[in-house]
């Protein structure tokens, strides 16, 4: 059982930067992905950033050189650091974790960009 705890949403204006953390209740060492997915209101959630295990890194085509997905294994937390923020970037950020064929979510923290 993996538990996830999101901290740093807020409202940011056009330009700006932020960057979520994903506080997980156990070791993230040995999970087989972990990232970060978002859904804006009347969307479907979508894949924003993942780290899979002997894959690498994979980002959304849209956030791609403004956002950078990165792990402590040692705090067992994954961030998200999100800059030149758009207001289309507004959504819910959701923390995921895949560990033995289980998927784990996050509550969700809400990130607003705008002026």
């Known amino acids: 059982q993996v538990q996830l705890v999101e901290f740093g949403g807020g409202l940011v204006q056009p330009g700006g930067s932020l960057r979520l953390s994903c506080a997980a209740s156990?070791?993230?060492?040995?999970?087989?992905?972990m990232g970060w997915y978002r859904q804006a209101p009347g969307k479907e959630r979508e894949l924003v950033a993942i780290i899979s295990s002997g894959v690498g890194t994979n980002y959304a085509h849209s956030v791609k050189g403004r956002f950078t997905i990165s792990s402590d294994n040692a705090k067992n937390t994954l961030y998200l650091q999100m800059n030149s923020l758009k207001p289309e970037d507004t959504a819910v950020y959701y923390c995921y974790v895949g560990y033995r064929g289980n998927a784990y979510w996050g509550q969700g923290t809400q990130v607003t960009v705008s002026s």
């Open positions: 156990g070791s993230i060492l040995s999970v087989n992905s």
